[in-house]
């Protein structure tokens, strides 16, 4: 399935279900994906600063597009941190690269994941998910032998949808392996 069958496969099936489903009057009030932000919180970036750059050259490797260092917004003593200090890496994709990277998450990476049972099913309150990954060799795009060290993710789902039980529809339409667990 290439993002043309992933777009299509909403208008022509996913639309009409949650339509049904939920009973809208009209095709604009379907919830739709907005966009999936990939974040990396590295701590340890403090003291190697490689860390940051492997972990861009990663997210960049994952997604298909250039990840960007996100930087500390104040000085933390405790934790040897400075203002404008790299801590994380980031990055946001929307429509094409978006639909790409979900398919590869749902038909590729999550199935890799060792002792895979499903995905919680607990979302933000405004339709909205959020799902940790602990390593990032789940990827076929990361080379196992150039790992130094296992990194973890944030993967957000944002949608336009207005309640958890849409929101929910919505990304078990796409193919999100939830858990049984219905809200």
Same mark, same amino acid.
């Given at each position: 399935? @290439?993002?043309?069958? !992933?777009? $299509?496969?909403?208008?022509?099936?996913?639309?009409?279900? =949650?339509? #049904? /489903?939920?009973? *809208?009057?009209?095709?604009?009030?379907?919830?739709?994906?907005?966009?999936?932000?990939?974040?990396?919180?590295?701590?340890?970036?403090?003291?190697?600063?490689?860390?940051?750059?492997?972990?861009?050259?990663?997210?960049?490797?994952?997604?298909?597009?250039?990840?960007?260092?996100?930087?500390?917004?104040?000085?933390? @003593?405790?934790?040897? !941190?400075? $203002?404008?200090?790299?801590?994380?890496?980031?990055?946001? =994709?929307? #429509? /094409?690269?978006? *639909?790409?990277?979900?398919?590869?998450?749902?038909?590729?990476?999550?199935?890799?994941?060792?002792?895979?049972?499903?995905?919680?099913?607990?979302?933000?309150?405004?339709?909205?998910?959020?799902?940790?990954?602990?390593?990032?060799?789940?990827?076929?795009?990361?080379?196992?032998?150039?790992?130094?060290?296992?990194?973890?993710?944030?993967?957000?789902?944002?949608?336009?949808?207005?309640?958890?039980?849409?929101?929910?529809?919505?990304?078990?339409?796409?193919?999100?392996?939830?858990?049984?667990?219905?809200?």
């Amino acid at each position: 399935m @290439s993002t043309e069958t !992933v777009k $299509k496969d909403y208008t022509e099936r996913i639309v009409p279900a =949650l339509e #049904k /489903e939920f009973k *809208y009057t009209s095709k604009m009030q379907v919830p739709r994906l907005k966009k999936i932000v990939i974040n990396q919180g590295l701590g340890e970036a403090t003291q190697d600063k490689k860390i940051i750059e492997t972990a861009l050259n990663e997210l960049t490797a994952i997604t298909g597009q250039k990840a960007v260092a996100t930087l500390s917004k104040k000085d933390i @003593s405790n934790f040897k !941190v400075r $203002k404008k200090m790299p801590i994380g890496v980031m990055v946001t =994709l929307r #429509k /094409e690269k978006m *639909y790409e990277f979900l398919e590869r998450l749902v038909r590729v990476a999550l199935p890799r994941i060792r002792d895979f049972k499903g995905i919680e099913g607990k979302l933000d309150g405004r339709g909205n998910y959020t799902l940790g990954i602990t390593e990032q060799i789940i990827f076929p795009e990361i080379n196992i032998d150039n790992i130094q060290k296992l990194m973890g993710m944030n993967i957000t789902f944002v949608t336009s949808a207005n309640t958890d039980a849409e929101g929910y529809a919505l990304l078990k339409q796409f193919g999100l392996p939830f858990k049984n667990a219905k809200q």
